[in-house]
Structures are given as structure tokens and as C-alpha cells.
């Protein structure tokens, strides 16, 4: 089955506590982004990878990493985590061109 | 710069309805125009798309017609089903790097 997969679903940590969450799609796809959503403000774009070694900053960069070592995996790294940082998460793929995005299932993280 | 502006929600509605979720855009040029769904719990679903002019992207019993000229792509259902309920973001891509939502609709639809 064509999908993205993260890791964890679910993930309540402590302030300045280093964490990574995973992405994965196995549809050869070459761009990948990461996107938080919050109330009121819907979808924001953190960072975004047109292939491997290509990675570039969406609208809201800052306090997160990423990396794409392989075509299939985009790891979001938060290294110092802070309670603004509490929000739900998604990966996202896509082919080339304008044919839509295949979304993972999120991320909810807490930071307290 | 390039925006997306949903009308706010939520919207309330009896089964067999007819729905519309207004959606207008800003940007230059001729961008890719997108509808997504969120199901309670779950990750993002495209649900139809248009990338030109007078496209009208259709899936489920849901449409949407790009109208270039009221820089538009408002969602439309005939009758709506208890099953629809969820949260439909619209969504435009100038580019492959981004895709700009606005900050979605919750539509809830009663029995």
C-alpha cells in the first residue's frame, strides 16, 4: 500500500529534550515536507525537501531540523523542544509536478 | 504573496443538504488548486484538484470549478451524508515546493 508512515502518533516530552520524528513514504517520491497545523491558523509549512541533500525552510523554520540522507526518509529534529512547539505534525510526498500530496497520519506532540 | 481564505465554520447541516465551502485565492499566475479532508483523527485525504482555468475536479459526489476571473474554488456536495463530516481545507500550489492552505472548515452533518 502507496503511503507515508510516522513515527511516533503520539508524543508528550519534557522542555529541552532532544526528539526526532520519523517519516517514511515508499512511493519513490521526490519531494517531501513537513507541515504543523494549529486552530485558527490551519496548515504551516516547516520544511520541505525536493530530493535527496535538498532540503529548504517553509514558513516557520525555526527550532527544527531536518535531513534526507535517503529519498524515502525525512526525519524532523527538534533539538531543544519548547512548549510553543506543541502542535500536531504531518509528513507529506509528492511526485514532481502538480498532482497533489499523500499526507502521514500526524504527529501530536506535547512539550510541557 | 500567494493565500488561501475559507469561510469560517463550523457548518451545520441536516443529512440531504446541499453544501458549499466558499474558497477564494490570491496569487499570481495560474496555480494548482486543491481540496483536502481531514477525517476526525487522521492525516490529510486529497479530495479533487484543478490546475487550470475552468477545471472542475470532482470525487465522492464533491466538485469544484476553478474560476479564474473570482479567483475561486468553492466545494460543492448535492446531499450531504452523515460520513462527510470532517474538516476540508483548501489548499493552492504555485509551485511543487509548497502547498498553502487556508485554515479549514469543519462541516458537521446531523442525521
Known amino acids: 500500500e502507496a503511503q507515508v508512515t510516522q513515527n511516533p502518533r503520539y508524543l508528550i516530552t519534557v522542555t529541552g529534550k532532544k526528539l526526532t520524528v520519523t517519516c517514511s513514504q515508499n512511493m519513490n517520491h521526490e519531494y517531501m515536507s513537513w507541515y504543523r497545523q494549529d486552530p485558527g491558523l490551519g496548515l504551516r509549512q516547516i520544511y520541505y525537501s525536493m530530493n535527496v541533500e535538498v532540503t529548504d525552510k517553509g514558513d516557520v523554520p525555526e527550532g527544527y531540523k531536518v535531513s534526507r540522507k535517503e529519498k524515502r526518509n525525512f526525519p524532523l529534529i527538534l533539538e531543544s523542544p519548547s512548549p510553543n512547539q506543541t502542535s500536531l505534525y504531518f509528513c507529506?510526498?509528492?511526485?514532481?509536478?502538480?498532482?497533489?500530496?499523500?499526507f502521514g497520519s500526524g504527529t501530536r506532540l506535547t512539550v510541557v | 504573496g500567494n493565500s488561501v481564505t475559507q469561510m469560517e465554520g463550523p457548518v451545520t447541516l441536516s443529512e440531504e443538504a446541499f453544501l458549499t465551502i466558499n474558497c477564494t485565492y490570491t496569487?499570481?499566475?495560474?496555480?494548482?488548486l486543491f481540496w483536502y479532508v481531514q477525517y476526525p483523527g487522521e492525516g490529510l485525504q486529497l479530495l479533487l484538484k484543478?490546475?487550470?482555468?475552468?477545471d472542475k475536479g470532482s470525487n465522492k459526489g464533491f466538485e469544484a470549478t476553478y474560476r479564474k476571473e473570482t479567483t475561486s474554488f468553492h466545494l460543492e456536495k448535492g446531499s450531504v451524508q452523515v460520513s462527510d463530516s470532517a474538516v476540508y481545507f483548501c489548499?493552492?500550489?504555485?509551485?511543487?515546493?509548497?502547498?498553502?492552505f487556508g485554515t479549514g472548515t469543519r462541516l458537521q452533518v446531523f442525521p
Open positions: 484543478a490546475t487550470k482555468a475552468d
Open positions: 496569487a499570481t499566475g495560474y496555480p494548482s
Open positions: 489548499a493552492l500550489s504555485k509551485n511543487t515546493d509548497k502547498l498553502i
Open positions: 507529506a510526498s509528492s511526485t514532481q509536478g502538480y498532482g497533489g500530496y499523500t
